[in-house]
T-cell receptor, first 116, second 119 residues
């Protein structure tokens, strides 16, 4: 079974609108961390935001916020006021359980296209 | 200067050739990782190393080997390259988790990637 599921292969949004990128995860470990990374067409991986499983509040970083619903095992990324430069692939990732090491498990990504 | 560097950035090679991808970091992190990204897929873990003497296989280690020459250097080798190893390869580094374990904030820092094409 997929540990990280991103069900939206592609999303389209107009400039200045908000957009939500979905991510659900599967783990039985009570201790885990959830990450979002942005990958522009140039290929590099850019860290956006992090949510720990014990964090009481949803994470926010500038225009990025994470809608963390623990009971539903979802960690959706919300981008407010989209910009043309937000066009990229977005990956949700999880780190879980000490025995699995601390490598990240990635979803397949969502391509976001922002138009003017 | 970049904290995590990868060489080469692009490489085209032929089936059966041995090739080494190198990764260096100046972040002082103990933990280093090699990931592979295929088109339309997320990153998959090839190998990871928690320190110079600790190397572990990831989910797709077949056909690859690694060497942790120093805390700052982690190399990935393809002993006999094949076309389905054509992919974008990323090196990453991180600190060990804090006392809260995997739930603690612990960003992975990625290198710029190496685009490898095996003909």
């Amino acid at each position: 079974a997929q540990k990280i599921t991103q069900t939206q292969p592609g999303m389209f949004v107009q400039e200045k609108e908000a957009v939500t990128l979905d991510c659900t995860y599967d783990t039985s470990d009570p201790s885990y961390g959830l990450f979002w990374y942005k990958q522009p067409s140039s290929g590099e991986m850019i860290f956006l935001i992090y949510q720990g499983s014990y964090d009481q509040q949803n994470a926010t970083e500038g225009r990025y916020s994470l809608n963390f619903q623990k009971a539903r095992k979802s960690a959706n990324l919300v981008i407010s006021a989209s910009q043309l430069g937000d066009s990229a692939m977005y990956f949700c990732a999880m780190r879980e359980g000490a025995q699995a090491g601390t490598a990240l498990i990635f979803g397949k990504g969502t391509t976001l296209s922002v138009s003017s | 200067d970049a904290d995590v560097t990868q060489t080469p950035r692009n490489r085209i090679t032929k089936t059966g050739k041995r090739i080494m991808l190198e990764c260096s970091q100046t972040k002082g992190h103990d933990r280093m990782y090699w990931y592979r990204q295929d088109p339309g897929l997320g990153l998959q873990l090839i190998y990871y190393s928690f320190d110079v003497k600790d190397i572990n296989k990831g989910e797709i280690s077949d056909g690859y080997s690694v060497s942790r020459q120093a805390q700052a250097k982690f190399s990935l080798s393809l002993e006999s390259a094949i076309p389905n190893q054509t992919a974008l390869y990323f090196c990453a580094t991180s600190d060990a988790p804090g006392l809260a374990g995997p739930s603690s904030y612990n960003e992975q820092f990625f290198g710029p990637g190496t685009r490898l094409t095996v003909l």
